[in-house]
């Protein structure tokens, strides 16, 4: 079939005409059986975990389909069902495109109105691995303690009617104890988020709210649920306009599934399992018994380098993550944070050089193709900012190290967040839980940078309280913010590639 054929919708029927360089499932779908259940059927789960899963298949056909579902927007049942779970997946590297079709995925579950759903699948016989990608506040957790939030508002609600939740932490509870009251088959819960040690965090927030449901739930879980830890590693903008017009014009037919990616692909997995487990390390996953080394890897270098660059980006007028390492006072500032201070906090990780993974992560940073948006990658920083920054931070403080330069993207989150408030005249909009909170202190307190940085940092569900104490991390935070909400943001950020911002704490602070 040629771009200037007719354009069909992508379905089964399609398949054996699309166009040869377009690889395609080489397994019977019509035979493919759920074994896997995926929370979160967004745009990374579909380029990323989907199609480690189709790979899987195509080698080693097993009862590993895969049925997602999404418990917050969007809505992809009727996308993806009238597709019968079929969609491309594009790689893009620059000017060049790789296109295929990925069919490891059998049904999609929209659970948004109602659990049940969602619970129905999950509880089960059939479904013997779970895998999420709900995003860092998916959890209901308190990033400074990873303890599960019981204050937060679904969980409140959860725990109050434990037979309908709402949330991810609730929803899995229910439904582990309809598999205890019904067959009892073991399953896996496998986390997909960048979270560190996002295995024992799903663990804390499940137990959690076992342990006040009784009943014994909280002991069948000890022996027959596992919470494996995992890296993955993609990066996976949102699909625009463009992407759709590409597939249409250049293979010939419609999708309006399609999901993007760069080349680069990794996922680590803790060797942590109950009962059956896909054998995703046959088709390039790697199964170990610590993922800690490679998620401090990857989280405090390429997502650390994507949260500075994001917020240094839009304060300094850059949409997309590419065109703000192509300028080259930020390409210098990300290359020397995560050169001089990053890698010292890193531990060894077996076959990879620390100083070789900045420079291929800040390759991939490059690619002009991948317009990842600094808007969107700045959604939910307070979620992130603890582990690609504070941690490391913390280790930095600890051993007497620098902070200087670190200290600059945590600034750059809280003057994010304070220029979007009505105060600073609403800049942008912005997506973070704490958004309200850091939008009232802005309003309570004015320009004045001291006292802005210091109610932020009072913030204990972000900042655990001996780190704000820090009368070092809090002089080169202040000083940071100071500089960023001033009128020309990069003149600071160019005063701090030149000297230590040592010497800046020094001066007087910028008048409100």
Known sequence: MSAAGSRENLGPALLDRLPAELRKPTYDRAALQPGIAHIGVGAFHRCHQAEYTDDLLAKNFDRWGVVGINIRPPRLTETLDSQRCLYTRLIRQNDEVEARIIGSIVRVVDSQDSAEPALDVL???????????????????????????L??????????????PRSVPGILARALELRMASH??????????????????????????AERRGSGLADWI???VAFPSGMVDRIAPATTAADLE????????RDSAVVVGEQFRQWVIEKKFAGRVPRWDLVGASFVEDVTPFEHLKMRVLNAA???????????????TFEAIADPLLATFVRRMLMEETLPTLM??????PSAYVEQSLARLTNTAIHHRNHQIATDGSQKIVQRLLNPIRDRLAKGGSIALLSVPVAGWMAYLVKASSRFGNCWQVSDPFAARIAAIADATGADSKALAEAILATEAIFDPELAANAMF?????????????RDPMAFVRHVCAEPIDARLKQPARSA
């Open 348 to 353: 060894p990780v077996p076959g990879i050089s």
């Open 306 to 320: 994507q949260t500075t660059l994001c917020y240094l980006g839009v304060l300094g007028g850059f949409e997309h």
């Open 123 to 149: 509880a089960s016989p059939e479904i013997e691995m779970v895998t999420l990608t709900v995003t860092e506040k998916g959890y209901c957790h308190i990033p400074a303690s990873g303890a599960l939030d």
């Open 222 to 224: 000890a022996a027959n």
């Open 474 to 486: 809090r002089a080169h935070v202040i000083a940071a913010l100071d500089g960023l909400l001033s």
């Open 151 to 164: 204050d937060h508002s679904d969980i409140v609600h959860d725990l109050a009617n434990p037979e309908a």
């Open 184 to 209: 009892g088959r073991p399953m896996t819960l496998l986390s997909c988020d960048n979270i560190p040690a996002n295995g024992v965090i799903l663990a804390n927030v499940v137990r959690a709210i």
């Open 246 to 253: 590409t597939v249409e014009k250049r293979f010939g037919y």
